[in-house]
């Protein structure tokens, strides 16, 4: 009896570390963390709570919404006292206001200057969404974050050679894979992590897609996988929604390099968006 109460302990630890590898420090050369976004807003009606937006040079108002200066379609004071919505809701919230006319009001058409270019309009508004089909995504996810991410978790699984994993993935970029889950519906962990990616950066919030290794539970060898750096809360942080699927959901949401519970990531590879 007394062997039994030795053995099951470390038993039980052995399990836990094949299932979780414990991640070792690893450098991405992350940048250091600015205004980000912390909530997400219901489609058409939650107000926004902040975002990846930016001051002008009288550092009072904000015109950057996923890093275009919309400036030249947008003036804080014509909009809220224009619009309604916003005259409500962000009269004395700036960034707010800026956040909202870049996620819902510019793809209503919204007019948030006096005097502006229709054709420039149009050119900010391709900058700003050049996903049109995540966007309809995020409608039904309720431009959540949380949500989006588990959305992207949850792509069937699927590691065909048509998706080049072993055939220098980085070569492709977060379009690309993000493409391929939208034509079949199913992806790899290039695919999940480049759809995360992709409604991240629609939702306003600054993003970066890593392709890297990590090591193989059966192998204890290191091969190809992807996932995803984010800058929220003023600090960047890691998402993985391949190991958030794997670990049933307890692992792999906002977690900085190095803690404990994670994979060993290595090799990290800045992708590009498209």
Known sequence: MRIRRLIFPILLEMAFLLLLPLCLAADTGA??????????????????????????????K????????LSAIYDFDYYVKNNKYAKTHFKNHPQKAILYFGRYGIRKGAKAKESYSKSTYKKLYKKTHPFPSADKILDRLGWNLKKAFTYAANITSYHGSDLGE???????????????YRKHGRGNCYCKAATFCILASELGYKCRQIGGTVPYRSTAQAGPHSWMEIQYKGKWRVCDPS????????????????????????TPHKMKLQ
């Open 31 to 60: 940048e250091p963390a600015s205004t980000a976004l912390t909530g997400a807003a219901s489609a058409g009606t939650a107000v926004p709570t902040s975002g990846d937006t930016k001051k002008t040079a009288a550092g009072k």
């Open 166 to 180: 072993y055939n220098s993935p980085y070569l492709k970029t977060s379009k690309w894979y993000y493409e391929y």
């Open 62 to 69: 904000y015109t950057m919404y996923n890093g275009v200066d």
């Open 243 to 266: 190991f958030f699927a794997l670990t049933g959901g307890s692992h792999g949401w906002m977690f900085q390099y190095g803690q404990k519970g994670t994979y060993r990531y290595s």
